[in-house]
């Protein structure tokens, strides 16, 4: 079975500082890797994806991930970052077993923006 | 209107109470999933659908059970709530066409079991 760890249960950063989020997930010989976004009070929503092609991707918000697979990581990172950043951020990989295609995610990071 | 309807947001019940929370969706996907959220472990698969003859346990069924009762509409039910049940639960929705298992989630509803 796939695992995701983000490795930093809580990260505070000042506001327009860089911030990098780390996930690390367990190999496969392919993966489809996702971030997710929640808002205090707010479902789940999607802030990038890799399926294929380029390992930068780019996603909403100027939120931006690398896909490293020598690594195993899917690092999140954003150069700026803004008081509406403030938010839990998931990491997660799609786990195919006998067929059925899931998502797995991991514990959550707390990302808390400080003026 | 939301796109995936949770209801309801929140709910304080008994120990040994049946619950039922629902879910219905505007998106017209054909997969649908239940999730559990723990501070500190994330979500978690309970439950989930690809369509309306289909249903699939996840990692953590034990306690719970659901129904499909049409394409848009997927419930969840605790048929004798615990505490170590008090958790946020969010419906998700994808479609297999087009999403590559990109999910649409609920608002969440917050369960608590006294």
């Known amino acids: 079975a796939q695992s995701v760890t983000q490795l930093d249960s809580q990260v505070p950063v000042f506001e327009e500082a860089p911030v990098e989020l780390r996930c690390n997930y367990s190999s496969s010989v392919s993966v489809y890797l996702f971030w997710y976004v929640q808002y205090p009070n707010q479902g789940l929503q999607l802030l990038l994806k890799?399926?294929?092609?380029?390992?930068l991707v780019k996603g909403i918000n100027g939120f931006e991930a690398e896909f490293n697979k020598s690594q195993t990581s899917f690092h999140l990172r954003k150069p700026s970052v803004h008081i509406s950043d403030t938010a839990e951020y998931f990491c997660?990989?799609?786990?195919?077993?006998?067929?059925?295609?899931?998502?797995?995610f991991g514990q959550g990071t707390r990302l808390t923006i400080n003026p | 209107d939301a796109d995936v309807t949770q209801t309801p947001r929140n709910r304080i019940t008994k120990t040994g109470k049946r619950i039922m929370l629902e879910c219905s969706q505007t998106k017209g996907h054909d997969r649908m999933y239940w999730y559990r959220q723990d501070p500190g472990l994330g979500l978690r698969l309970i439950y989930y659908s690809f369509d309306v003859k289909d249903i699939n346990k996840g990692e953590i069924s034990d306690g719970y059970s659901v129904s499909r009762q049409a394409q848009a509409k997927f419930s969840l039910s605790l048929e004798s709530a615990i505490p170590n049940q008090t958790a946020l639960y969010f419906c998700?929705?994808?479609?297999?066409?087009?999403?590559?298992?990109?999910?649409?989630f609920g608002a969440g509803s917050r369960l608590t079991v006294l």
């Open positions: 997660a990989v799609r786990e195919s077993i006998q067929g059925a295609q899931k998502l797995v």
């Open positions: 890799y399926l294929s092609g380029s390992t």
């Open positions: 998700a929705t994808s479609d297999y066409g087009t999403g590559a298992n990109v999910l649409t």
